[in-house]
């Protein structure tokens, strides 16, 4: 995978602008994983649900074969720009725990709303695992 960065272009923090992937693999596409926990209960704050989400993620890559160093796209649907804003350092030591120094493309659109109304957050992932 070839992280995509012209010369000239500031480097981003927390994401990438692009990758170009190539040779024969496999694409794992992931459903938008929300905040809910194995029973459906959801912690109040939008750290703890991203944290669940990503958490979440890890797994259903695992069941892949894949890790978090084969994603290659992210799409976060938040419902509240301040939630986010305030949720930062949680944010960042989730990612830690979960993405470690990976920071794949990604794009974070703000919505008024998910289909469960407790959920906070909801990530989409798409990944790529070369054949060995």
Same mark, same amino acid.
């Given at each position: 995978?070839?992280?995509?960065?012209?010369?000239?272009?500031?480097?981003?923090?927390?994401?990438?602008?692009?990758? =170009?992937?190539? !040779? $024969?693999?496999?694409? &794992?596409? #992931?459903?938008?994983?929300?905040?809910?926990? +194995?029973?459906?209960?959801? %912690?109040?704050?939008?750290?703890?649900?991203?944290?669940?989400?990503?958490?979440?993620?890890?797994?259903?890559?695992?069941? =892949?074969?894949? !890790? $978090?160093?084969?994603? &290659?796209? #992210?799409?976060?649907?938040?419902?509240?720009? +301040?939630?986010?804003?305030? %949720?930062?350092?949680?944010?960042?030591?989730?990612?830690?725990?979960?993405?470690?120094?990976?920071?794949?493309?990604?794009?974070?659109?703000?919505?008024?709303?998910?289909?469960?109304?407790?959920?906070?957050?909801?990530?989409?992932?798409?990944?790529?695992?070369?054949?060995?």
């Amino acid at each position: 995978m070839l992280t995509l960065q012209p010369a000239e272009w500031s480097k981003p923090r927390g994401f990438s602008h692009g990758v =170009a992937v190539d !040779g $024969p693999g496999r694409w &794992v596409v #992931l459903a938008g994983q929300t905040g809910g926990d +194995e029973k459906g209960d959801y %912690a109040p704050d939008m750290a703890a649900q991203t944290g669940t989400a990503l958490h979440r993620i890890i797994k259903l890559l695992n069941e =892949a074969g894949a !890790g $978090p160093e084969h994603i &290659v796209r #992210l799409t976060w649907y938040l419902t509240s720009r +301040e939630e986010y804003q305030a %949720a930062g350092a949680g944010i960042g030591t989730a990612w830690k725990e979960t993405l470690g120094r990976n920071f794949p493309p990604s794009t974070l659109l703000y919505i008024s709303g998910l289909v469960d109304p407790r959920a906070k957050v909801e990530i989409e992932v798409t990944a790529f695992v070369p054949n060995a």
